[in-house]
């Protein structure tokens, strides 16, 4: 039987995808926020008589983030936060076997969306601008036609819809609370949209796939005064400026030039006025690294050179280092795999070597305990103006990659199972 005829998207079910994606894109949910969407997965599953479990990773697991680190990323934590994770579970009718976790993210950014179409985002400065409205509704799409099939394989299915990757690190508060185990996970896989690549395509290689994501903050404490008589003063923006320019030295003459190191300020926070001198200001960035010697240097030299530098100008720096998702790598058999079964849906001409990313993405923290692969699903439609990066409030994808996403999933859990 080939695949076309084993794994088939109805009209119905295509509709069906993009009627789902496109409710998702118009009511977006922040991380910790994902109310109505786990209650949109958790019915779905309900419906198909899927056995599920909601309320993962809520109040009392540990989030990957602090309470610190939440408020500085613009998330209040309270009692209502988290809880939104759903585990459905497929079991194959063949008897006992290996177990395959496929996995997708359901929260959103607070991006305010500027696409004119008539899914737009209704609510204001929030916005699927990462895909995660696509890869919950393929999972979803994954969960009809694996359980259509479950007379053809033996083993176990668990479906991981995830809330709080954008940050919060939701995939460690799901793994606290047990949803790797009963039964064990042996491997897990993942699609992440990829506007690199057009709909229809994909996208994976073996080894660095996300790099190692943290943050820092700087303080440097000066003393202030008047702008007209700096000499009684110490200028804390003259000081972090002189921060800034020093950090960059950290990667261009401490790292080895065959290891990967971005060190990048994205904020500078200083002064009120034009003829003041503050006594204070901020410096917060991110590091990103797949090394975990070149990690560790990073955080210890940050510190140090920003003490060095402050002390040197009179001033004073406190250095306050954050780590975030861990680096992450495609184990080469599962990626060997998924390349197999891409080729063998879409034709090898439309299968690409992934390039890695600097970006940070918390499906990492699964890495830490399977074997796991991320394919990139290609979304663009250069005709159609589709072409944003994520992150980006003109990202948008072409959805007849829902289909393409629904069918290499399905087939790649197929395969693992040994059920083709």
């Known amino acids: 039987m080939t695949w076309d005829e084993l794994i088939r998207v109805t009209p119905e079910l295509d509709a069906w995808l993009r009627e789902t994606r496109r409710y998702l894109h118009m009511h977006p949910e922040l991380s910790l926020q994902e109310t109505n969407t786990a209650r949109l997965v958790a019915g779905h599953l309900r419906e198909l008589g899927i056995e599920h479990r909601t309320g993962l990773g809520g109040d009392g697991r540990p989030l990957f983030m602090s309470a610190e680190a939440l408020r500085a990323a613009g998330i209040q934590p309270g009692p209502t936060t988290g809880g939104h994770g759903v585990l459905a579970i497929i079991r194959g009718e063949r008897g006992p076997g290996r177990t395959v976790l496929l996995r997708a993210d359901m929260d959103a950014l607070p991006i305010d969306e500027q696409n004119e179409v008539?899914?737009?985002?209704?609510?204001?400065?929030?916005?699927?601008?990462?895909?995660?409205?696509?890869?919950?509704?393929?999972?979803?799409?994954?969960?009809?036609?694996?359980?259509?099939l479950r007379d053809r394989f033996a083993g176990t299915v668990k479906l991981m819809f995830q809330p709080a990757e954008e940050?919060?690190?939701?995939?460690?508060?799901?793994?606290?609370?047990?949803?790797?185990?009963?039964?064990?996970?042996?491997?897990?896989?993942?699609?992440?949209v990829d506007s690199t690549h057009r709909a229809g395509e994909v996208a994976?290689?073996?080894?660095?796939?996300?790099?190692?994501?943290?943050?820092?903050?700087?303080?440097?404490?000066?003393?202030?005064?008047?702008?007209?008589?700096?000499?009684?003063?110490?200028?804390p923006?003259?000081?972090?400026?002189?921060?800034?320019?020093?950090?960059?030295?950290?990667?261009?003459?401490?790292?080895?030039?065959?290891e990967s190191a971005v060190v990048t300020v994205g904020k500078f926070h200083a002064g009120t006025a034009t003829n003041i001198i503050p006594d204070h200001a901020v410096l917060?960035?991110?590091?990103r690294t797949y090394s975990p010697a070149v990690r560790d240097h990073l955080e210890q030299r940050i510190a140090e050179l920003a003490s060095g530098i402050a002390r040197a100008m009179r001033a004073e720096a406190e250095t306050v280092y954050l780590r975030g998702y861990p680096a992450m790598y495609n184990d080469p058999t599962l990626t060997a795999l998924a390349r197999q079964v891409a080729t063998e849906l879409l034709g090898s001409e439309r299968v690409y070597d992934r390039e890695p990313l600097m970006a940070g993405e918390d499906f990492a923290f699964v890495a830490q305990h399977v074997p796991v692969c991320m394919i990139s699903l290609g979304v663009a439609n250069p005709e159609?103006?589709?072409?944003?990066?994520p992150h980006h409030p003109r990202f948008d994808l072409d959805e007849d990659a829902l289909a393409v996403g629904v069918r290499?999933?399905?087939a790649i859990a197929l395969r693992y199972l040994g059920a083709v």
């Open 118 to 148: 008539p899914y737009r985002s209704t609510r204001p400065g929030v916005m699927h601008a990462c895909g995660h409205d696509a890869h919950t509704t393929i999972l979803l799409g994954v969960a009809e036609l694996l359980n259509s």
């Open 384 to 389: 159609r103006g589709i072409v944003y990066p």
């Open 167 to 192: 940050g919060p690190g939701g995939a460690a508060a799901m793994i606290a609370d047990g949803i790797l185990e009963d039964p064990p996970v042996d491997a897990a896989f993942a699609l992440h």
């Open 408 to 410: 290499l999933l399905t």
């Open 237 to 258: 923006i003259v000081v972090a400026a002189q921060i800034v320019v020093a950090l960059q030295t950290l990667v261009s003459r401490e790292t080895n030039p065959l």
């Open 204 to 235: 994976v290689s073996p080894g660095p796939a996300t790099a190692a994501a943290d943050t820092f903050r700087i303080v440097v404490r000066g003393v202030g005064g008047h702008a007209a008589k700096p000499q009684t003063t110490v200028d």
């Open 284 to 287: 917060e960035g991110t590091v």
